[in-house]
């Protein structure tokens, strides 16, 4: 067992998991597997993309084949435009051909695409097969990998199909954070900037204090470590109160409102999902200045460290009718009205649900 890893309970009453953070955690995979129960010849398909699996599957099936398991590696594209049902029949293949059983295990070793994909096909596969998440970029190590969201887009929008299903164990390895182009590193930023502003102000803070956050390798490993693991905290304690996200799990949708407005009128592939929710927290930090919700002087504050962060902060040049009539598209629609998380402090939002086209049309104007 690797004593310098670091454990967060989801505390979830019907799934309850771990997230295990630690420096060479992918090592300990096979040892976290067998303490949480998996039995010797376990049959384990382990779902990744060439990118990821060069660097890190000889050393996760080693773990296995260690622990007395049985994998087999799955190779898929990499990249968002892959999030489709085709890679889930893929998925769906190769269990086939490993024939997994019920109490078999898919691992998702990757981003939050493969995790999402990885998830939903674990979810759908003989009506649910255990699932572990191994998340590979900063985005999916904060956010897409825990709270048991998974899922597909439609040619109509973004995540549209999909379905909850929590993983037996999330292991967040950083120094796989090392191969990790730069840009992706960058967007997964958006997302911790954004718990800051959701929930931890002093985390926020941290960040403002430091003098670059935009490389990694400017920034030391127990600063990286101590934001990664309040990150995975908040996300964690937030989908503990609420799985289904029928409440406050929608904070977490802080940013990505205008988020996937941009992804769905720029195409997929355009902004990096991280990028597009950094565009997104200006714009609402906008909406909810013009509403008098929140201080300028913290609105300008969000801006400068998602800067800091070497991520864009511009909105797009974009259709007005368009984006109204993508935002209508949003899951987060209730009888016609759109819904904005805004915040109130640094540390503090809150959902509303009544804006007007005409707010929407006077904040894109002042952002353009
Ligand atoms: N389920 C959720 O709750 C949730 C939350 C947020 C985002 N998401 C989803 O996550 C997706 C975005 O995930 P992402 O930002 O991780 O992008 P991604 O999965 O596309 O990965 C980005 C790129 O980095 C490469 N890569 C990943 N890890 C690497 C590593 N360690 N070394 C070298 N290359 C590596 C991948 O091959 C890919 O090319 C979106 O589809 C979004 O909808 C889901």
Redesign the pocket.
Known sequence: MNKDNFHIKVSLTSNPYEIVIGKNSLESLGDELSKIGFKDGLKVLVVS????SD??SDCIIRSLIKNKFNPKLLILK???EQ?NQSSIDLIHDAAYEARLERGSLMIAL???????MT?FAAATWLRGIHVVQI???L??MV??S??G???I?HSKG??LIGAFHQPKLVLIDPK??F???ER?FK??MA?IIKYGVISDLELFELLERQDNISELSKINEELLIEVIKRSAKSKAEIVVKDEKESGVRAFLNYGHTFGHVIENLCGYGKW???EAVAIGMVAVGQLAVQRGLWEENDAKRQKQLIKKAGLPTKWPKLELKNVISSLQGDKKVKNGKVSFVMPLTIGNVKLFNNISNEEIHECLQKLS
């Not at 993309?49 to 990821?52: A, L």
């Not at 990757?110 to 999402?116: A, C, E, F, L």
């Open positions: 993309n060439k990118e990821v660097h890190y990499a990249g968002e999030k990757g981003g939050g695409v493969i995790g999402d998830g998340p590979t970029t985005l999916a956010d897409a825990i709270g969201k998974t899922g887009n973004k995540n796989t954070l191969t990790l182009p992706e967007a997964g997302e990096l999902h991280g």
